[in-house]
């Protein structure tokens, strides 16, 4: 089956109007991991000018974004959490080690303003093309990349507009 973005936003839609909670976004998981292996779908939404973060649609009704991520070669982003908010990530081309954190110590949001949170390994594990991973609200997780990947990821609302938590790895 050929999908297109507009089928693939509806069907996004169609679960989540129903079942906006972490098994709604698993059921979102899965219809990605299929639209991952579409490989002229996935043509329409990269180019050799896609940048690092785009968004290539927005639901006017519910609010849940639909980004691509394309990067050149290898890069690090520190612990992060999306706010009030949940992603999806689901990897096209490339492989993205992922690693999940827990909070160690003072919660994030009950320490003085800017102060980031400590947080400890809990896993590392690879996303590799076809895979995709839910990330509820609250879980705290960091990309690794050795090289260029291509991500398409799903935002329960546009994370660029929503204040995340700030976070320290605690030494091993």
């Known amino acids: 089956m050929t999908h297109t973005l507009a089928s693939f936003a509806a069907a996004?839609?169609?679960i989540l109007q129903t079942q906006n909670d972490p098994?709604?976004?698993?059921?979102?998981?899965?219809?990605?991991?299929?639209?991952l292996?579409?490989?002229?779908?996935?043509?329409?939404l990269f180019g050799e000018d896609?940048?690092?973060?785009?968004?290539?649609?927005?639901?006017?009704q519910l609010g849940f974004c639909i980004l691509v991520h394309q990067y050149s070669g290898p890069g690090d982003s520190p612990p992060h959490d999306h706010g009030p908010s949940w992603a999806?990530?689901?990897?096209?081309?490339?492989?993205t080690v992922?690693?999940?954190?827990?909070?160690?110590?003072?919660?994030?949001?009950?320490q003085p303003p800017g102060t980031p949170?400590?947080?400890?390994?809990?896993?590392?594990?690879?996303?590799?093309?076809?895979?995709?991973?839910?990330?509820?609200?609250?879980?705290?997780?960091?990309?690794?990349?050795?090289?260029?990947?291509?991500l398409v990821r799903i935002e329960g609302t546009d994370l660029a507009r929503v204040k995340r938590g700030k976070y320290t790895p605690t030494a091993e």
């Open 23 to 35: 098994s709604g976004r698993e059921k979102v998981a899965l219809l990605l991991r299929e639209a």
């Open 12 to 14: 996004i839609r169609h």
């Open 88 to 95: 999806i990530y689901g990897q096209a081309e490339g492989e």
């Open 50 to 60: 896609t940048p690092e973060r785009r968004v290539v649609y927005e639901d006017p």
């Open 37 to 44: 292996q579409d490989h002229a779908f996935l043509a329409t």
């Open 98 to 110: 992922m690693t999940d954190w827990e909070i160690d110590g003072t919660p994030a949001g009950t």
């Open 117 to 150: 949170a400590f947080v400890r390994k809990l896993r590392a594990y690879p996303l590799s093309p076809g895979l995709a991973h839910v990330y509820n609200e609250g879980a705290i997780h960091s990309p690794h990349r050795t090289g260029p990947t291509k």
